[in-house]
């Protein structure tokens, strides 16, 4: 195998279409908006995209293998068309990040894609109830149109964006394609749906398209449930406190 294999399965044509892409990473945020976007909307499976940059397994559902890799899917909506990234793996070494982020660009500009939006998540380190999103974007005049949507926020995210959505980001703007990042925050502990509907809902005022958010609404009722057993067992192992002590005889 090659480095990078793109294999295309499918011709399809669209109009003016946007790269979304949601891949594995903080609180899997990116990846469950992408998701729900194709659990919402008639999707075609237009590419997958194969590496010998990522881990050597294949995944296997109802006895049926397949080697991992990226999959490329064409959504058409009445408000916009759209090119969705997803994959249940990024690369695992430098160069293969560099590789196949300049694969997913070749493609995207092989559709005519005028734009790209890459989603993910951005740590707090604790439990939040309000889901902000912040943004970083390849260039000013993008900064200005995300403004009335997002945060910018100075030096933020602290240690910048890695893996392919901060590539999509560097290297777009040296092919001069628009790309921003739009991160919803998170604890970073567990998956968020709700951080994935914060996402979502900006992406849905920037770029057009109409989604419901049932299924996200359910998935963010199960993890409360885990958010919740999780706070009572840490309560049940507090230390006793200096008024607990004074009643062991």
């Known amino acids: 195998m090659d480095e990078v294999h793109t294999e295309v399965l499918a011709e399809v044509a669209l109009s003016d279409p946007v790269l979304i892409e949601g891949l594995p990473g903080v609180g899997h945020v990116g990846k469950l908006a992408a998701e729900h976007l194709l659990e919402e909307f008639d999707a075609t499976l237009v590419a997958r ?147 994935a509907r914060a996402v979502l809902e900006v992406l849905q005022e920037i770029v057009g398209f109409d989604v419901g958010y049932d299924s996200l609404e359910e998935r963010a009722e199960e993890m409360e449930e885990v958010v919740k057993k999780i706070q009572e067992m840490e309560g049940a192992q507090q230390p006793p406190s200096d008024e607990d002590l004074r009643y062991i005889g």
């Open 49 to 195: 995209l194969y590496s010998r940059h990522f881990p050597p397994q294949v995944t296997v559902e109802n006895g049926r293998s397949k080697l991992v890799g990226l999959e490329f899917h064409a959504v058409e909506t009445e408000g916009a068309d759209m090119l969705v990234l997803t994959g249940d793996h990024q690369a695992q070494d430098n160069e293969g990040h560099y590789l196949i982020t300049d694969a997913v660009l070749d493609l995207a500009e092989e559709h005519g894609v005028s734009r790209v939006y890459a989603l993910g998540g951005v740590p707090t380190g604790e439990l939040i109830d309000e889901y902000g999103v912040i943004a970083a974007a390849s260039d000013d005049l993008l900064v200005e149109e995300l403004e009335p949507h997002v945060e910018f926020r100075e030096d933020e995210p602290a240690g910048g964006i890695v893996g392919v959505s901060g590539l999509l980001l560097g290297l777009g703007e040296r092919r001069g394609l628009p790309t921003a990042c739009l991160m919803g925050e998170t604890s970073g502990y567990l998956v968020d749906p709700k951080s």
